[in-house]
């Protein structure tokens, strides 16, 4: 007697060579609509889901596959009595294989379309023949993903059959990928910030080489229902990237977003920046961006959120640098930068789009909002206040700051980032930090950002020694009168946001 295999994809690459062993070695071929149509085309000799079923299809394709003729087909137990006295009895003929995509879902939930026609790309009737398929997998072969063919192929000619190992494997191949179409669905409908459980689905682009350490495995994934600047990006030259690379990236180009009017350029090192400016050319812009640690910088990325010439990209390649991004690059620059064969180039397509961070912890997972939000409450709170100019550093650096580990402190002398302090137990060392590192290279007057309130006036204290000429700091201690206080006393403004940025 003939095995019998069901068929309906969406995606029909290699379909039919693979259909065509399948009639070679004596399956006969049930499919539905398209699919059908693909086969015949290809001179084979598939069967219509009607004449299996006795029901025509209907509700505009809806309803074709959803009778008891399929899955009884699928889910009965070959070694049941009971199981398969039925199927005789109801005239139920069992189906061995499964071949089955879905509608592209994923491919077009993101796009300019209305709800209604995003719904009609919800597939109800192959995540329910998957799922049967799956859960039978005991006797029933299930094929979701076309590079399984070639094994299917290779096992059914050495063994007349397919491996149980084999049939397992691909039935969890099943659940995975029901389970992320679900959750992209439910995403879509639900639009819940914190729904009752967290759905995840991702896509996986690639393994990688190794994870923070080489001794640490690692992958690649992007999501399927979100856009985001770290999922559609261009590589335009270099080697592959690493998780760490990956990481940088994300960071360092969610800092140039937060310039959104203006040319910006950061570099990051370790998951922290280590250089940030505004400016009104290309060049200068990245050049007062390598002048903040022209040390940290080698071995860095850079992100910029504009153009890059062929100015700066000659300035770019006097440093070792793993990775260059930037909305676009001149032809000219392009040339000049691949001179460095394993410099990778990226070219970022979407802006940043996070609404939400997942931290993992053992046995679970913090969910919060992204720290989007900049304070428009800003207020002076010494006897003194900050000139104009200095009130644009202290925005400038308070923007910085929220991206640096914390105990974090940002040092500026307008638009240009000069000593970042952070990652420490405690805030006087993150200024001292970010102060000596300022002073360094720099000798007239420079302001200070802090990610969070100053328990103590010590803070203040140094920044009077050290020549520090405002500051911008949340308040909110319970001696936040002391460190004004301490500001008056040294004549130095201090403004309030109201605002904490910890960044754990």
């Not at 299996?52 to 394709?61: A, K, Q, R, S």
């Not at 005789?88 to 300019?112: A, M, Q, R, S, T």
């Not at 669905?185 to 682009?205: C, G, H, R, T, W």
């Not at 590192?437 to 950002?449: N, Q």
Request: with cysteine; hydrophobic share 40%.
């Amino acid at each position: 007697m003939k095995k019998r295999a069901l068929i309906s994809v969406s995606d029909k690459t290699r379909l039919a060579d693979f259909a065509k062993f399948l009639e070679n070695n004596d399956y006969l071929l049930i499919s539905t609509g398209g699919t059908f149509k693909h086969l015949k085309d290809a001179g084979l000799n598939p069967v219509q889901i009607e004449e299996v079923t006795e029901f025509p299809e209907m509700l505009d394709g809806r309803v074709k596959t959803l009778h008891p003729k399929v899955h009884g087909g699928l889910l009965a137990v070959r070694s049941n009595e009971e199981h398969m006295n039925t199927v005789e009895k109801h005239n139920i003929g069992l189906i061995d294989l499964v071949v089955v995509n879905l509608y592209p879902f994923f491919e077009n939930v993101n796009k300019e379309i209305s709800l209604e026609e995003k719904v009609e790309f919800i597939d109800i009737g192959g995540p329910s023949m998957l799922r049967s398929a799956a859960k039978n997998f005991e006797s029933v072969t299930v094929i979701t993903d076309v590079e399984d063919y070639a094994k299917i192929q290779q096992e059914i000619s050495e063994n007349g059959n397919t491996e149980l190992s084999t049939r397992k494997y691909l039935a969890g191949k099943v659940f995975n990928l029901t389970s992320a179409y679900d959750a992209a669905i439910s995403k879509m409908l639900l639009d819940e910030e914190f729904p009752p459980y967290l759905n995840a689905s991702y896509q996986k682009v690639s393994d990688l080489r190794y994870g923070e350490n080489p001794h640490q495995k690692a992958a690649y994934y992007v999501s399927t229902f979100e856009s985001g600047a770290m999922k559609d990006f261009e590589i335009l030259g270099g080697k592959e990237l690493s998780f760490n690379n990956l990481r940088d990236m994300d960071l360092c180009w969610k800092v140039v977003n937060e310039f959104k009017n203006e040319m910006a350029c950061c570099a990051v090192k370790h998951s922290t920046p280590c250089g940030v400016a505004v400016g009104n050319s290309a060049a200068e812009t990245y050049r007062k961006t390598f002048d903040c640690d022209p040390v940290s910088i080698f071995g860095g990325i850079i992100g910029m959120n504009f153009k890059v010439d062929a100015e700066t990209a000659t300035e770019l390649n006097k440093t070792f640098l793993e990775i260059v991004m930037a909305t676009d690059f001149d032809a000219d620059a392009l040339e000049i930068l691949k001179q460095k064969k394993n410099l990778r180039i990226i070219k970022i397509k979407n802006p940043v789009s996070d609404r939400q961070t997942w931290v993992k912890i053992d046995g679970g997972m913090l969910v919060q909002d992204c720290d989007n939000a900049f304070s428009d409450d800003l207020k002076t709170v010494t006897e003194s206040s900050p000139n104009d100019e200095q009130k644009a550093a202290l925005i400038f650096a308070q923007r910085v700051v929220k991206y640096v580990k914390s105990n974090a402190i940002v040092v500026s002398n307008g638009k240009q980032a000069l000593g970042i302090g952070g990652g420490q137990v405690n805030r006087i060392w993150a200024a001292q930090q970010a102060v000596e590192r300022a002073k360094e290279k720099f000798s007239g007057d420079l302001v200070l950002a802090s990610d969070a309130f100053f328990p103590f006036r010590d803070v203040v204290d140094f920044c009077a020694e050290n020549g520090i000429k405002a500051i911008i700091q949340p308040g909110g201690s319970v001696k936040d009168q002391e460190s004004i206080d301490a500001a008056n006393e040294h004549g130095i403004p201090m403004m309030f946001t109201g605002m904490r940025h910890f960044l754990h």
